[in-house]
């Protein structure tokens, strides 16, 4: 092909340079995002969500009532990491026991119950 035909469609293309396209696109898949990638929106995510929660407010408040802040941060930094890992673990076994799609409208429809539950309690409180 010269560099100045114009480009071909798929359709074009005869049923054997078809099926050489779709092995091609079989064999080489989507490169998966990098493990930077996924630190920093995860990183981000959770730093964002967890500013101002009711879990740094109980943090507050431990460190200045036992003047023993790194005592303090030592105790919630490890309860962070358990239950992310706790989280990370389940979402790992989930995760080969359902198909994406299954768990991202199970957590959506679990959000919103949870959304409803604390509307009622407002209301009722």
Do not use: C, N, R, Y
Request: hydrophobic share 45%; no cysteine.
């Amino acid at each position: 092909m010269k560099l100045d035909t114009p480009p071909v469609s798929i359709s074009q293309l005869s049923e054997t340079e078809s099926q050489l396209h779709q092995t091609i696109v079989k064999d080489h898949p989507q490169p998966k995002e990098s493990v930077f990638m996924v630190f920093g929106t995860t990183f981000i995510t959770i730093f964002l969500a967890e500013i101002g929660d009711k879990t740094q407010l109980s943090t507050l408040l431990m460190s200045a009532e036992s003047h023993a802040p790194w005592v303090v941060f030592l105790g919630s930094a490890v309860a962070l990491i358990t239950t992310s890992l706790l989280g990370v673990l389940l979402g790992g076994w989930i995760s080969t026991k359902l198909s994406p799609k299954t768990v991202e409208k199970s957590a959506g429809v679990m959000l919103l119950l949870i959304s409803l539950m604390l509307v009622w309690d407002v209301i009722q409180g």
